[in-house]
């Protein structure tokens, strides 16, 4: 008798357990992750820029240094804004488009503030083998914005010509 109680107990408390091991459990409700606030802030659409009137044909050209990482040779070269430069025996172009002496961008709009050298930019479309790689601002003061990366072939602005009278 003793041996039969001890085996009933044994199923129950199996049972018991197995039933424990079915028991569903609620799904832990998360919430939802908010967007980073710079993601947030930035206005969709496209970015335009407008060059004013008092900057509009005041500005020649660019001098660009081109670093060759290879052989760490530099040379500075002078590129007439809205026109190209094609890198010696390599397949890299540069085309240069607008200047603006004092970048400025407010939402989707990016603009000169005035015509001094405040925030010296230039905006840069490089192309290797005919395929676009590069194409946003190079800026004076602060070369490590958004810089052109390759593993052979670095750009920096060093200068702004203005135009002659």
């Known amino acids: ?67 060759d990482k290879i052989s760490n040779k530099q040379k500075i070269v002078t590129i007439k804004l809205g026109s190209e430069y094609t890198i010696p025996n390599s397949n890299i172009k540069i085309k240069v488009g607008d200047f603006l002496p004092d970048f400025r961008m407010d939402g989707l709009s990016i603009t000169s503030a005035s015509n001094e050298l405040k ?15 590069f194409k946003n601002w190079l800026y004076l003061k602060f070369p490590t914005i958004h810089p052109f990366q390759h593993e052979k072939y670095g750009l920096t602005l060093i200068e702004a010509l203005p135009a002659k009278k």
């Open 119 to 133: 925030n010296p930019a230039v905006h840069v479309t490089v192309y290797e083998g005919g395929k676009e790689i």
């Open 1 to 67: 008798m003793k041996v039969r109680f001890i085996a009933i107990a044994a199923g129950i408390v199996l049972l018991l357990s197995l039933g424990a091991c079915k028991k569903k459990e609620k799904p832990v409700q998360q919430a939802p992750v908010p967007a980073p606030a710079h993601e947030s802030m930035m206005p969709k659409g496209e970015t335009r820029t407008v060059v004013p009137d008092f900057v509009q044909g005041k500005w020649e050209a660019v001098k660009i240094e081109i670093l």
